[in-house]
């Protein structure tokens, strides 16, 4: 699923410059595979791995991908302007947004993942999933104008500021655990951990929020 994701996220960035009709093919037919088998259609959460034949191999409920899918496909078909497609991605995006709700902590705070096998929480808050909370659930209130949308986004940010943000250093800490005590086994900066997450998702909010009006 993720690699999917991250391709259809490449070929949408890239229509915005070379709005090629094949290039647009190519992204309605990936919005077609999370419909098909990425999205599961009743929970709504993502189904994460297949077989090459598409023989779903259950393993864990992430929630940080299933908020940011929920954002980040509305936003690839708004870019390549097919109307019915933005239709259907903005009501799977409140419905999955809800869905991955179920991964928030009372603070505010994500949980990393719950295994599917015996329903074990992995009670870690890692940096990412914390930034996608963010747009996915301003996104959903965006569609939907119910207002536990808005206060989801607003407390995970709090959340954030509060925990992921190292204020003396800069940039954000890997993540906390369920204590909220810095995992300090984890890299700062290193082959998982890099700005894309959190620096996206502050520009996503920068143009929201500057489109807003009162």
Known sequence: MNTHLHIIEAYANLYKVWP???LKSKIIHLLQLFVDYFIDSTSFHLNLFFTENWELRPDVISYGHDIETAWLLLDCAIIIGDIE???AMEELAVKIANAAAEGL???GGFWYEKRMADQFLIREKHWWPQAEA???FFNAWQISQQKHFLKK?????QFIQNHII???YGEWVWGVDANDRIMQLENKIGFWKCPYHN???CLEMYQRLSMLTF
């Open 20 to 22: 090629d009709k094949v």
């Open 85 to 87: 497609w933005v239709g």
């Open 105 to 107: 902590d009372s603070d």
């Open 134 to 136: 963010i747009v996915g």
């Open 153 to 157: 986004a607003l407390h995970s940010w």
């Open 166 to 168: 190292d204020k003396k």
């Open 199 to 201: 620096a996206r998702a």
